[in-house]
Structure formats: structure tokens, C-alpha cells
């Protein structure tokens, strides 16, 4: 577990990405961890679990970010993988009206269970719109009027053409970087991923 | 086209009411569900808690997925005024017909679940007849199972709410499309869990599972061509990637002994190239060969980032259909080809694997094994076995299951067999005599068959299963022979191609 | 639950319909032309006809290849679509009863001895035979102006009595080759055969055509195969059968002052009758220059037996019967002791213990074989089932192209079956000898290709 002493000045946040299913999660995570990008995905199945550090000066953020999968049959499980986020992007493809609609749904989820978690609204797909392959689906108005509802920084990207994804990633960092430094960090924080519920198996 | 209504008189009056066997369905499956719970108790107690907000869980979700009516219903009203136009064209498209293998999900009540060929949507009167045969013949409490015609057979299965329907344009035995459509509906009951699949349809009978599947239809076209072209699974065996047995041990001892200490680690299944390279179970569990290669589909059938790690929820059917347990799939390392699944019944642990997983790794390479494991991947299989070395030059192709092992062994396909025709072609000529064997009355231990092509010998023994492809003018006894002195060397080399000791976790 | 009672295999519905008829509301079951059993309730039959035209439309989304056969739990449906628009079918209830021989426990439906290609064959039997007497179901109705219910008349007087004498359970690969026994003769006593039906035909212009038959094998056939083997099977298992027994029964009952000449198998009974009712059947041959009826008259001398096809515009008359029976008697008889002499020159084969077999040439449809006559039992009716299968096998084989096949399969009772395929020539033999090693296997195969089909080449 991450609970080694080295790492002094480390700092671990465990973010989640939500979303429709096909809104573009996985390319988006893939995009800010392995600066790559795939034009035809595979559904996600269950969640995938990757960690990425951010620098600021000398001293650094972990990002431990949880790319789940947006179709409905995982919708009971979610709870446990949002479980403890500091963070969870909710993301929504701006060409299609009804992801946006999931969004809200995951909105208030999100905010019913984990009312410390903060929200980040992401459109995706931005490339399609400016393009001109697809109208987009939701009046951007429309987006910034319910994200100051919600208190949500939003962002449009594109996952193809890289487009504000580090810009997104970075807000996140940014964000969770003040409120880690707001407070000073007790061990049991820090280890924001840890299963509230571990009474057995830790004999070390 | 095919209006079911206009030529089954009474068809009409079944879609609305529930047929008198599916009360005795659910019976059953509350009887698995008790059965199930105890098996979780015995298993460890102190997680028993879990297993039940996971049960709860499930139950809200259901909820929530079917309260949306009005929602659902005018989706399919759009659906069936937009797409009916177009269907036509689906049905006469001579790429449709030509297609050699059908396979189609359909639920008790006529909503398409699942086309292999052509969308669903398009086809929707073509599963509103089948949903009518199938149940206008339990209205005559009878079960629908087969339909010939010419090269071409059509079998049903009804699994519960689930009806399952393959064509095949080939002449497929029937058993080897049972087969094909038990590993289908594994596939669902795997993605969904079978209580999820059944509490689903006991509260709406109409629901549209496609709304569940969205994203597992890649899962069941792998699953398909991953059953045709490799006969371990409808042999039923596993098969494993060759290894010399004291390096295959050195790598399980070194999974065993780092994940010993994890409490509700059922399985630890290192894979590579739809096969097995080690194995490890909890006493008094076992990995069905169905199950395994549900577990090979999804590796494979999932895009995967090599430093990437995923908690995925996979129901293994055979294991337990009622629940899920929780992979943590990743692969050994950057430039590995191996993929470690970690499978456990709680769902928290997911770091807890994970620090296993990377200790695992750790030691893999310390010893030296993840360049052995790396080594053997890098080996075309067509060097695992030359028939030629072992003096059996005669034999072209052959598969060998250890019944005790379930374990399968074959052949690289060498010329003639080389090319997808000729392959697929041997294939089927294999899946058809070898269904033969068991399908005869009495069953059949010995089979020669010889054509212009080739003899095919299969024979069925105590102890091990063979299927093998000689040359076409070879005695029989030469070939009985031939087979008896490839047997030989194999039981000799055992352990190296086969697992036949799995360590408890 | 009561417990469901053993049950064997039997006919459950047998029907026929065009699928032109019956578009009108309300008058449906006009397309039903024939359906059994007739006390069916029309509702039912309804339902029948249309999951039959269900299944139908539903395959053809599929493939062009007209619909065999659909298998359920409990019953097995065989279709043909004898003539374009005609339907029929066959529903048969699978037998039921324990597993296997050993195990008496655990009853289920028996599904895997029905054989579905004994039963297709079984029905194509049906409508040939149908047809032999009937003619063309469409002709029929065309010669009404498309009204039904003379055919409907008709399909109801044939089938009745036809049905009645199906014999289900004991149909097995013979059925499905459908072929014809031949009497083996030397040259010589062959020639003396077909002089013989020359100089009969030469003698009676009014003679069409004409089959000879020796005690239920095939001596010489003027007709196309396909036309040979429903005479021949309408005469060796219909016809002469009950003759035997109409003959039989006559003479224990009349005394031996009868005037009844029992050498017309169909015809007068008596030639001296002054009134005279014509009793000869008609029947419809459809591969002879002209389709068409004609009158069947059968000829029985000892063993010999001679049909006579005379077009049915021909009236007969008392007189013609006259003059056959008087051209025919002596002839037949010196040839019957003829052939009857050259048949004991013959030793036959001395017969393979243990074995039965059965041979089939598919373009002149002879048969041979040594299957039924043996002593059978659940266990070798289950290895005579197994050579359907493996027929099935070796035609598929065909279909892909390869000109010779052959297979040798043993079963987990320790049988062997072995089936051989060359150039449109089938051998089947079944070895109930236990325990036999793959070379005395080789060594019985190759005994009994030689004694019993001699002069027929398998290469191996």
C-alpha cells in the first residue's frame, strides 16, 4: 500500500473520471497520461487505474485517477470507485444532448455521496464541433449557467487533438494543491484511497 | 416479410402473458441465491457484510434501471416507427444472407438483444418471429430446439428470460451451436451476473437488456470467432503456453507465496496469447475451462495499457452465476505480454492487490522469470511441437486433451492447414466427428475416417481425448500407430505442456 | 405429478396444404387439404399449418434451401414441398423412456432415435406414392379449375388407408436409400427374361410398359429408376402381401371348387364371370414420354410376378384378361422353373456370423443387404440407427467433393461400424462381434466385400 514513509513530501489525490458511456473518459485519461490518442475505443469494463505525478517546483502531486466505465450495468459499483475522490471529472460529449443529460445525474450523485468530492465538468470531442463534423449538443450557456449552479470549474477539450486536456488536469492539480495545503496533511489523509472498512488485513 | 401474427393465429395473446414455466425458473434461482450466500459465509465469514450491500446494491440499481418507464417506451416507439422502413433492405441484402453464422439474443417477451451480423434495430421482426416460435411451441408445453434445412441448421436455446438462437449456413453439429450459444450466454451471465439478469425480467418482462449490454457486444464477437478458431473451447480444456515445469512452479510459488496472506483471493491467473501460463486457486475451488477462456475473451477482447491497472467486476458462471467477483487485470510489465488477474470476492482491496501485483512483478524479474516468461512468448507456437522431431511426421495435425487436466495440446497448422480456408475447413470436420462421438448412442471410442483430403482419427479414452489429420493413404493401423507413439511422447513431456498440478492460494 | 408412462414412437399429425389457398377471412382452413387425424379440432389443425408456414417463411430469411425438418423436446416435424405451393407434414411423437439400456432410472424424451433422415425419406415416400395413384396434386386441381375438393376426396380415400399401414418403427437406412432389390441372374437366364417381356409387349400393343419381379427382387424394369422403385415398392410391400393373405384367407373358406383364378393379382377375379366389373388399379408414371394414368395389371405365376402398364384411355376388357392368362401361364411358369434352377446353381455366400450389412448404388438404386432378417434388439437397433448417421456422413463427404470415403468407427460397446463410399456406391456393415482387433476388422471387411459383392470394386 501506499503508505511507505519515503515520500515525504508526496502528496496522493485520488481523482475520478465519470460520464456517459462513448463521452470520451478513457481517451481523455489516455491522452494527459500517455500524451496519445485512439480513434476507435473499447467499452471499459469495470475501471482502470492509473497514476501520474504533477510537478509544482520541488515538490509534487500524485495523481491516482480512476477511468470508469460510464455504461449503466456498472452504475451500482460506481459508488466504490468514487469512494474517498478528491476530485471527479464528469464528462460529457458535446455533440450528444443525452450525455449531457447523464451528466446531471452523475452530478448529483457524486454530490449526495461524497459531498467533500469537487467537481470538474468536462465537454469533450471539442475537434468534432470545430470542425464542423457535428452541431454541437448542448448550448454552452446552458453548461456555464449549471456549472456556477454547482460550483464546477468547466472546460471544453479534445482528446485527439490534446487540445486543454493538461489545461483541465492542471486545474484539477491546482485545485486540490490549495486545499492539501490549506490543511496540514495528517498520515490517514493522505492515503485518500485507503477502504474505510479494513479492519482485516493489514498483519505487516 | 415474415409477419408472425398474420400466420400464428395465436401468437398474439402469449406477448402479454407470462408462460407457466418461468414461475418455475425463479424458484430455482432463489435456491442458487441461498446456496450461493452460504458459499460466500463458508468462504469468509467477515466479509459476508459486503457480499450483502453488494446484493443490496444490485437491487437498487434494478430499481433504478426500470422505473424509467415512460422513458423506455417512447424510445422503443421511435425505434420501431424509424428503423421498420429500413429493414427490408437488411433481410434482402445479399451480404446478410451470405453471412455464414448467425447468432442472435432476444429476450422471453421479443426485445433484440443481440445481432451478430446487422443491427438489431433492423432486424426487429425477424426476432419478433422467433420470440413467436419459440413461444408458440411451449404453449404446447414443448421446447423448440432445432430447425433443418438444407446445409443449414438453426438451433434455439431458451435460457430463463433469454433465448438464444444460432444459424449456421455450414452444417455445424448441433451440439458444437449448443456450445457456441452456452459460451453466449455465459458471456451475458459473466457481464451481468445471472441475479441481475433474472431480477430484471421478473420486474419488467419487457425490458431492454441492450440498455445493460451497451459496449459487451465487442465482447461476444470476440467470444465467437475466439470459439471458432480454437477448438479447446468446444473441447472444453485449457490451454497453456509450453514451459519447462520447474520454471512454471518458480513463477506460481513466487504468486502463491506473495499472495498468501491476501484473505479473499480466489484465483491468480497469469495469461498470454489466449493461454495459460499459471494458475493458482483457493482450496476447494476450481477454474472450469468455460470460465478460463470467459476470462482469456475479455483479456484480449479489452484494449490494454501496459502500465495501466483495472478493478473489473467479472462474474465467472460456473464458479458462482449469482455474483461477481473482482479482477485486478494488469500486465507484468511495460514490455511483457503476460497479464496477471488477481481474483477476489472484495471488492476493496483493490491496492492491496495492487502492492501485490507490483511485488509480483518485483520478484518475477529478481528471479529472472519475466525474461523466461518473455522468452517463451517470443517463440512462434509453431515451435512447440514439431511432429516431424518426434517422429510422426505422418500425423499433420493433431489436438490432445489429458481428461484428468482438462488441459489441450495441438499442433501448428503446417501446411495444408496453413490458410484460414483450409484451417477452418479441418475444423470443422473435427467439430463434427468429434460431436459424433458423443452424440452416438452407444457413444464411439474410435473413429477413421478416411476421405480424398485426409484420414481423420479421433479416438476417446480413458485418459486423454484425441483428434488428429494423417495423410490420405496411410493404413489404419499405421496411423492407430502413429497416434499411440505421439500419446506416448506427450504423456512423457506433460509437464511441460500441461498444468497438471494447480498450488492453492 | 403422475408419472409420465413409457411411450414409443408415433405419428401425431400428417397434413397437407397449398399454401394458395385459404387467403379469405374467415376461410382459412380452405388451404388444409388433408389433415390426420381427421377428429382434429380445426383451431388445432390452424395452428398447426401456420407454425409450419411460420417456420417455413422464417428459414427462407436465411437460405433458399427449402425446410427439412425442426426438431422439439417432445416431437419431430419432417416438411416437404412435394410440388411448388404444396406443403406436407409430418409430426411424430419421440419416444420416451429411460436413458440408456443400462440405466433404468431417469426417463426423458429419446430425441437422439429418430432418426430425421429415416422420416424425411419416410414422408418423400408418402407423396410418391400418393402421387402413383393421385397424379400430380396440381394437376388435380387443375382439372377442376382449381377447386379443391377433389383432391381433397382423393387425398383423403389414398392417405387413409396409407397411414394405416405405416410401419414407423420399423423404418431404418433401407428406408432412406428407397432403393430397389435386384435378383442377381447369369447372362443367359437375364436374356431368357427380357425375350420374354419383348415377346409379351411385342404380343400386346396395347402393353406400355412392363416390370418383371422374382420373389420380391427386380428382374427386368422398362421404367425410369425413379418410377421402378414406387411400383416396386407399391408392389412388393403393398400389393402382394395382401394378396397372399386375401388368397390364403379365400382358400380356407371356399372349397376347392372355386372358380377364383388367383393368378391376376389385380384384375377379375374370375375370367368366367358374364359381368364384369373392372378392378384394375390406375396409376400415374411421371418419367415416361407422355406423364399420364395408366392401368396396372399384376400377373403372379409361383414367384414370378409380371406388371403390365397399359394407358388408361384403354378400356380393358374380360377378353384381354383372357388372352393374357392364356399367353402368360405356361411361359411364366417354364420361366419361373428356370430361374428357380439357375437360383440353386448359385451357393450362396456362406453368411458372416455376427455381421449385418446393407449395400446401395445410387444411380440404379439397388440395394442389398443383410439387416433385418437377423434377430435384432434395443442394442443392434441402436447400431442399425448408427448407420444412418453414418450415411448421413459419407454424403456430406460426397458433397464436398471427394469421390471415395470410408469409415470405421467403434462404439463404447465394443461394436464396429464401418461405412465405405466409392463412386456412388455405399457399404455398410455392422460387426456384433465383441472384442475384435482394427485387423481382424480389416480382415471381415475385406471377407465380406468379396463373397457378397463381387464384381463391385472398392478400392482401399
Not at chain 3, 393379382?265 to 374370375?270: F, K, L, S
Request: hydrophobic share 35%; with cysteine.
Amino acid at each position: 500500500m501506499a503508505r511507505d514513509s519515503s515520500s515525504k513530501k508526496r502528496v496522493d489525490a485520488k481523482i475520478v473520471i465519470v460520464g456517459s458511456s462513448g463521452a470520451g473518459k478513457t481517451a481523455l485519461m489516455e491522452r494527459f497520461v500517455y500524451s496519445k490518442f485512439t480513434q476507435v475505443r473499447v467499452q471499459t469494463i469495470g475501471a482502470t487505474y492509473v497514476s501520474k505525478e504533477v510537478f509544482r517546483g520541488k515538490e509534487s502531486i500524485h495523481l491516482s485517477i480512476w477511468d470508469t466505465a460510464g455504461t449503466e450495468r456498472y452504475r451500482s459499483m460506481m459508488k466504490q470507485y468514487y469512494r474517498n475522490a478528491k476530485g471527479a471529472i464528469i464528462c460529457y460529449d458535446i455533440t450528444d444532448k443525452h450525455s449531457w443529460d447523464a451528466l446531471r445525474s452523475w452530478a448529483t450523485e457524486i454530490r449526495g455521496n461524497e459531498p467533500d468530492c469537487r467537481l470538474f465538468i468536462c465537454g469533450t470531442k471539442k475537434d468534432i464541433v470545430d470542425e464542423g463534423y457535428a452541431p454541437p449538443g448542448v448550448h454552452s450557456d446552458c453548461v456555464k449557467f449549471y456549472a456556477e449552479g454547482l460550483q464546477a470549474p468547466s472546460i471544453v477539450s479534445s482528446s485527439k487533438t490534446g487540445e486543454n486536456v493538461d489545461a483541465l488536469f492542471s486545474m484539477v492539480a491546482d485545485e486540490l494543491w490549495e486545499e492539501v495545503h490549506q490543511k496540514p496533511l495528517k498520515k490517514d489523509v493522505v492515503s485518500l484511497d485507503k477502504p474505510v472498512r479494513r479492519n482485516c488485513c493489514y498483519s505487516a | 416479410m415474415c409477419d408472425a401474427n398474420s400466420v400464428l393465429p395465436d401468437s398474439k395473446s402469449d406477448q402479454g402473458t407470462e408462460p407457466s414455466g418461468e414461475s418455475k425458473n425463479q424458484d430455482v434461482s432463489k435456491e442458487d441465491d441461498e446456496e450461493d450466500a452460504v458459499q460466500h459465509k463458508s468462504l469468509h465469514s467477515s466479509c459476508s457484510t459486503i457480499v450483502d450491500e453488494a446484493e443490496q446494491n444490485d437491487v437498487v440499481n434494478v430499481d433504478m434501471m426500470t422505473s424509467d418507464l415512460p422513458r423506455d417506451l417512447e424510445n422503443d416507439f421511435v425505434a420501431a416507427t424509424t428503423e421498420l422502413e429500413n429493414e427490408d433492405s437488411v433481410l434482402d441484402s445479399e451480404e446478410w444472407k451470405a453471412k455464414e453464422k448467425h447468432i442472435f439474443i432476444l429476450s422471453s417477451s421479443g426485445k433484440p438483444v443481440y445481432s451478430r451480423h446487422g443491427s438489431e434495430d433492423k432486424l426487429v421482426t425477424l426476432f419478433g418471429v422467433m420470440q413467436a416460435l419459440v413461444s408458440f411451441v411451449q404453449d404446447s408445453d414443448d421446447t423448440l430446439e432445432s430447425i433443418h434445412f438444407g446445409n443449414n441448421v438453426i438451433v434455439f436455446q431458451i435460457r430463463g428470460p433469454i433465448v438464444l438462437v444460432a444459424v449456421s449456413k455450414k452444417n455445424d453439429s448441433v451440439l458444437f451451436l449448443r456450445n457456441m450459444l452456452e459460451y453466449v450466454y455465459n458471456q451475458v451471465v459473466s457481464v451481468l451476473t445471472l441475479r441481475q439478469v433474472t431480477t430484471i425480467f421478473e420486474r419488467r418482462r419487457n425490458y431492454d437488456l441492450r440498455r445493460l449490454l451497451t459496449g459487451s457486444e465487442r465482447l461476444i464477437d470476440h467470444l465467437l470467432t475466439f470459439y471458432e478458431t480454437e477448438p479447446s473451447l468446444f473441447m472444453n480444456g485449457l490451454a497453456c503456453i509450453p514451459m519447462p515445469s520447474p520454471q512454471r512452479e518458480a513463477i506460481s510459488s513466487v504468486i502463491v507465496s506473495t499472495c498468501s496472506k491476501i484473505k479473499n483471493l480466489v484465483f491468480a491467473v497469469l495469461v498470454a496469447n489466449n493461454r495459460l501460463i499459471a494458475l493458482a486457486r483457493k482450496r476447494k475451488y476450481s477454474m472450469c475451462p468455460s470460465d478460463l477462456h470467459l476470462i482469456l475473451n475479455m483479456v484480449a477482447a479489452s484494449e490494454s495499457f501496459k502500465t495501466a491497472e483495472s478493478w473489473t467486476p467479472i462474474c465467472l458462471p460456473q464458479f458462482n452465476a449469482n455474483g461477481f467477483l473482482h479482477g485486478h487485470v494488469s500486465y507484468l510489465t511495460e514490455d511483457c505480454d503476460a497479464c496477471l488477474l488477481l481474483l477476489t470476492v472484495d471488492q476493496d482491496i483493490f491496492f492491496q492487490l495492487s502492492e501485490a501485483k507490483k511485488k509480483i512483478t518485483e520478484k518475477l524479474t529478481k528471479n529472472n522469470l519475466v525474461s523466461v516468461i518473455n522468452d517463451v512468448l517470443k517463440k512462434p507456437p509453431s515451435s512447440w511441437v514439431s511432429l516431424h522431431y518426434i517422429g510422426v511426421s505422418k500425423i499433420r495435425h493433431f489436438i490432445y486433451k489429458c481428461k484428468k487436466s482438462q488441459n489441450i495440446l495441438s499442433s501448428p497448422l503446417t501446411p495444408p492447414y496453413d490458410t484460414t480456408d483450409e484451417s477452418r475447413k479441418l475444423f470443422t470436420k473435427y467439430q463434427n466427428l468429434y460431436s459424433k462421438m458423443f452424440e452416438s448412442n452407444p457413444q464411439l471410442q474410435v473413429l477413421f475416417q478416411e476421405s480424398d483430403e485426409e484420414r481423420v482419427v479421433c479416438l476417446i479414452g480413458e485418459k486423454f481425448e484425441v483428434l488428429a489429420a494423417l495423410e490420405p493413404v496411410i493404413k489404419k493401423q499405421s496411423a492407430l500407430d502413429l497416434i499411440n507413439k505421439l500419446c506416448q511422447w506427450i504423456q512423457k513431456e506433460e509437464d511441460r505442456f500441461f498444468i497438471t498440478n494447480v498450488p492453492y492460494l | 405429478m403422475a408419472q409420465k408412462q413409457p411411450s414409443k414412437l408415433s405419428l401425431r399429425n400428417f397434413f397437407v396444404y397449398n399454401v394458395n389457398y385459404g387467403d379469405t377471412e374467415g376461410k382459412e382452413e380452405e388451404k388444409i387439404l388433408f389433415f390426420h387425424p381427421r377428429e382434429t379440432n380445426i383451431d388445432v389443425q390452424m395452428r398447426e399449418v401456420g407454425l409450419s408456414e411460420a417456420i417455413v417463411k422464417f428459414t427462407e430469411n436465411f437460405d433458399e434451401a427449402p425446410c427439412d425438418a425442426l426438431h422439439s423436446q417432445k416431437t419431430r416435424k419432417l416438411f416437404l414441398q412435394p410440388e411448388k405451393d404444396f406443403w406436407m407434414i409430418m409430426t411424430l411423437n419421440v419416444p420416451y423412456g429411460p436413458k440408456s439400456t443400462e440405466v433404468m432410472e431417469g426417463s426423458d424424451y429419446l430425441g437422439h432415435e429418430v432418426e430425421t433422415d429415416v422420416y424425411r425419406s419416410v414422408l418423400t415416400q408418402a407423396y410418391s406414392t400418393a402421387r402413383l395413384f393421385v397424379g400430380p396434386f396440381q394437376a388435380v386441381l387443375d382439372s377442376q379449375n382449381g377447386d379443391t375438393a377433389l383432391l381433397v376426396k382423393k387425398l383423403d380415400h389414398f392417405f387413409k388407408r396409407y397411414l394405416l399401414g405405416l410401419r414407423l418403427r420399423d423404418c431404418d437406412i433401407l428406408t432412406v436409400f428407397d432403393g430397389i432389390q435386384f435378383l442377381p441372374l447369369d447372362k443367359t437366364t437375364f436374356l431368357r427374361c427380357q425375350c420374354f417381356v419383348n415377346l409379351v409387349e411385342a404380343s400386346f400393343p396395347l402393353v406400355a410398359h412392363s416390370v418383371l419381379i422374382y420373389n420380391n427382387s427386380l428382374v427386368w424394369s422398362g421404367l425410369n429408376p425413379d418410377d421402378a422403385k414406387v411400383v416396386f415398392r407399391y408392389v412388393s410391400s403393398n400389393l402382394l402381401p395382401s394378396h397372399l393373405k386375401a388368397n390364403y384367407l379365400a382358400h380356407r373358406t371356399t372349397s376347392n371348387n372355386s372358380p377364383r383364378i388367383a393368378r391376376f393379382v389385380t384384375g377379375p377375379d374370375c375370367l368366367i364371370d358374364l359381368v364384369y366389373s373392372d378392378k384394375t388399379p390406375k396409376v400415374y408414371l411421371g418419367n415416361v414420354t407422355q406423364p399420364s394414368f395408366f392401368h396396372l395389371i399384376v400377373y403372379k405365376v409361383v414367384d414370378l410376378v409380371l406388371c403390365l402398364f397399359v394407358p388408361s384411355k384403354e378400356t380393358l376388357k374380360l377378353e384381354l384378361y383372357r388372352q393374357l392368362d392364356a399367353f402368360l401361364h405356361t411361359r411364366m411358369t417354364e420361366l419361373d422353373v428356370e430361374i428357380n434352377s439357375y437360383r440353386k446353381t448359385v451357393n450362396d455366400p456362406p453368411e458372416a456370423p455376427d455381421t449385418r450389412w446393407v449395400y446401395f448404388n445410387t444411380t440404379n438404386l439397388a440395394t442389398k443387404d443383410m439387416l433385418r432378417d437377423k434377430k435384432k434388439g434395443p442394442q443392434s437397433d441402436a447400431l442399425v440407427r448408427a448407420l444412418v448417421k453414418l450415411h448421413q456422413n459419407h454424403v456430406r463427404l460426397m458433397k464436398e467433393g471427394n469421390s471415395s470415403s470410408e469409415t470405421y468407427l467403434r462404439t463404447s460397446t465394443d461394436h464396429w461400424i464401418i461405412g465405405r463410399m466409392s463412386n456412388f456406391r455405399q457399404f455398410y456393415i455392422l460387426i456384433e462381434k465383441k472384442k475384435l482387433s482394427l485387423h481382424e476388422v480389416d480382415d471381415a471387411v475385406k471377407k465380406l466385400s468379396e463373397t457378397q459383392l463381387r464384381g463391385i470394386f472398392f478400392p482401399t
